[in-house]
């Protein structure tokens, strides 16, 4: 992990992306840590833009909720709502 003061920096912005592709870089504003600097790999991004949105955060709040008052289903139970068959393997080998 590397800090880097925005107030004090010679750093150019090319330079803290290549550092950030190689290790955290955390940006430091007014003496406080104040954003991070991650590489984003596949599928990263779409991660990050649901935990910033406020309507998918509040959703998993109410689900969370919810299960903890009313418990889950079971596989078993979403199998049989679903009709969805699961095929077992065989133990013994076919020649």
């Known amino acids: 992990m590397k800090t880097i003061s925005v107030q ?6 090319t330079e803290v992306v290549d550092l950030a592709g190689k290790d955290l870089v955390i940006l430091r504003h007014n003496g406080k840590n104040s954003f991070a600097l ?22 998993l709040d109410k689900a969370r909720l919810s299960y903890e008052k009313k418990g ?11 009709g969805k068959r699961v095929k077992r393997r065989s133990s013994r080998n076919k020649h």
């Not at 004090?8 to 912005?13: A, E, H, I, V, Y």
């Not at 596949?42 to 406020?54: F, K, V, W, Y």
């Not at 889950?72 to 679903?82: D, Y």
């Open 8 to 13: 004090n920096t010679t750093m150019k912005l």
């Open 72 to 82: 889950g289903v079971s596989l078993e139970e979403v199998k049989r709502r679903f």
């Open 38 to 59: 991650i590489r984003l790999d596949e599928g990263d991004l779409e991660a990050l833009s649901l935990s910033q949105n406020p309507d998918f955060m509040a959703m």
